[in-house]
């Protein structure tokens, strides 16, 4: 079959002609492709510069994906969940089997690092024709979305990311007089698919919402914040306009782009670590750490996903599709064929939010 592969640490990637074995043991179904998407960790890996991805073992080569939605095409023994025709999303990051974690399926807080991820590290991703899975990895997704459903993951680390800030923000009373949100403000920085999705879930959480860039929307970056009614700030016009913040994410792991911000923090207020990258520096001051004392600002930095956000984000995903229609299926700015996935795997496309491979 065809397979779109890696060879980490070494950068590039390529399509070609696999064998594997597609037998479908009790407990387990066999997918066919219908949709992988692409992100950063993608292009990480593609251009060598996350170290952290390797072939299963025993394999020198790794199939990469790790967003993606595929059609149940054959059951095995004892499968009762799911059916021939079943829409399913594959969950990404599979347990230790060692830690407490782990155990109770919460592998997104594995505390041994022995976890595998698939199209990542140690585990075959989802870039292929078809792939054989445990249905206990599997999420369904319903008909209504079928042209969104792969974009469950990266939807469903956003949906543990405010999960993280309404639970640690618990420490206190932080809803309004109303009971709602809608007092707290969210600065966002980072416009790409997980800024967008981080502005989408917020704003449907009641919070007023800023989805910050250093330069003016697109088109569909503008379409999407007018139906949402939240704000794209072009942030080369000053940070005086900006309102002060309750919570700031960023997404896109750059200091000197969200460090600036901070001192827009009110009192309480929560900054999520979502973005990752290398190399930019910046410095932190006494003074800094003062403010962060002197008014209780929290810390936390999120990654991954449990099976339990997979659904809430084929959820969310069903809502938006139901109350805003081509909102969400705009962010799909391109669709290209395997073919020319390793062309848009090594490079972004222009004007791009999410770009997806059609593979039937
Ligand atoms: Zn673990």
Known sequence: MKAIIVKPPNPGAEVKDIELSQEV????????????????????????????????????????????????????????????????????????????????????????GKFVEA????????????????????????????????????????????????????????????????????????????????????????????????????????????????TFYNTTQGLEKLPSADVIVDTTGYPSAFLPLLKKFKKNAILVLFGTSSGDKVEIDADLVTFFVENNIAVVGSVNASKEHFREAVNYLTLWKEKYGSLVPRMITSMVSPENGPEVVSKKIPGEIKTVIKWS
């Open 25 to 112: 043991k009790p407990g387990q179904v066999r997918i066919k492709t219908l949709y992988t998407g692409i992100c950063g960790t993608d292009r990480g890996i593609v251009s060598g510069k996350i170290t952290f991805s390797r072939p299963q073992e025993n394999a020198s080569e790794l199939i990469l994906g790790h967003e993606a939605m595929g059609v149940v095409e054959e059951v095995g023994e004892g499968v009762e969940r799911f059916k021939k025709g079943d829409l399913v999303v594959p969950v990404v990051r599979r347990g230790c089997g060692i830690c407490l974690n782990c155990k109770i399926g919460r592998p997104d807080f594995c505390e041994t």
């Open 119 to 230: 199209g990542i590290r140690g585990l075959n991703g989802f870039m292929r024709e078809e792939f054989v899975d445990d249905v206990m990895y599997l999420v369904r997704v319903p008909e209504p979305i079928k042209d969104i459903g792969m974009l469950t993951e990266p939807l469903s680390n956003v949906v543990k990311a405010v999960d993280e800030i309404l639970n640690i923000q618990n420490r206190m009373i932080w809803t309004c007089g109303d009971s709602t949100y809608e007092c707290r403000n969210a600065l966002v920085v980072g416009s790409g698919p997980i800024g967008t999705f981080f502005s989408l879930l917020l704003r449907t959480n009641g919070f007023n919402v800023y989805l910050l860039n250093k330069r003016d929307p697109s088109p569909t970056e503008a379409y999407i914040a007018e139906r949402m009614s939240t």
